[in-house]
């Protein structure tokens, strides 16, 4: 059974930078597209940003773009998300996320796989 696991999450100031990790075990990532999500204090998960299984296909979110990075490594079992000009609105509960299926939207709806997620907190 594929699980995910994040770590990397900390408390930072207001423009700085984090990056995140998603590992995987019990399978390789490398049959599954990967996206990070993240629930903000008082509001809905949203995703942040996806990638497909050959790193092809990413989709970020619009209040993201320009700062947040997402990749996968080459042995396929490893997703990051870089984070750089953090802003307080960051703040939340990141998850990594995995689906099989190829045809997908960077929503949490279309994802089937989820880590338990870490805690990202940006203040001064």
């Known amino acids: 059974q594929l699980q995910l696991a994040e770590s990397g999450g900390d408390l930072v100031q207001p423009g700085g930078s984090l990056r995140l990790s998603c590992a995987v075990s019990?399978?390789?990532?490398?049959?599954?597209?990967v996206g990070w999500f993240r629930r903000a204090p008082g509001k809905e998960r949203e995703g942040v940003a996806c990638?497909?299984?050959?790193?092809?296909?990413?989709h970020y979110a619009d209040s993201v773009k320009g700062r947040f990075t997402i990749s996968r490594d080459g042995a396929g079992n490893t997703v990051h998300l870089q984070m750089n000009s953090l802003e307080p609105e960051d703040t939340g509960v990141y998850y990594c996320?995995?689906?099989?299926?190829?045809?997908?939207?960077?929503?949490?709806?279309?994802?089937?796989?989820w880590g338990q997620g870490t805690q990202v907190t940006v203040s001064s």
């Open positions: 990638i497909s299984r050959n790193g092809g296909r990413r």
């Open positions: 019990g399978s390789t990532l490398v049959y599954y597209d």
């Open positions: 996320a995995a689906v099989s299926r190829t045809s997908w939207s960077c929503v949490a709806i279309d994802f089937t796989s």
